[in-house]
């Protein structure tokens, strides 16, 4: 199972990132999946998750109303769509996918990761 994060960069307070999560290695229709965020010197935070099956969303509060998480099923990749932009949404983001309940929120119930790609928002 391989889960390829990629989109990050540097973008100015107002602006916007689309981060796409490539998985591939198994049929996902049955996963939930996740995006996650550290930034340096703070722990690991849920951002949101989709259900894969369904479509399902949910979110942290901080996120609501500007960032929207949608999955291809042809291309078998999830992405996160990021509107207007904070310096606090600073962090290296990582996309998961797990086999419980959806959803997910604690990066604990997530069996696959990626390998991260860093999102840094100047002011």
């Known amino acids: 199972v391989q889960l390829q994060a990629s989109g990050g960069g540097l973008v100015q307070a107002g602006g916007s990132l689309r981060l796409s999560c490539a998985a591939s290695?198994?049929?996902?229709?049955?996963?939930?999946m996740g995006w996650f965020r550290q930034a340096p010197g703070k722990e690991r935070e849920f951002v949101a998750t989709i259900n894969w099956r369904d479509g399902s969303t949910y979110y942290a509060d901080f996120v609501k109303g500007r960032f929207t998480i949608s999955r291809d099923n042809a291309e078998n990749t999830v992405y996160l769509q990021m509107n207007s932009l904070k310096p606090e949404d600073t962090a290296v983001y990582y996309c998961a996918a797990g086999r419980g309940r959806f959803p997910l929120v604690r990066f604990l119930e997530y069996d696959y990761w990626g390998q991260g790609t860093q999102v840094t928002v100047s002011s």
């Open positions: 290695g198994r049929t996902f229709s049955s996963y939930v």
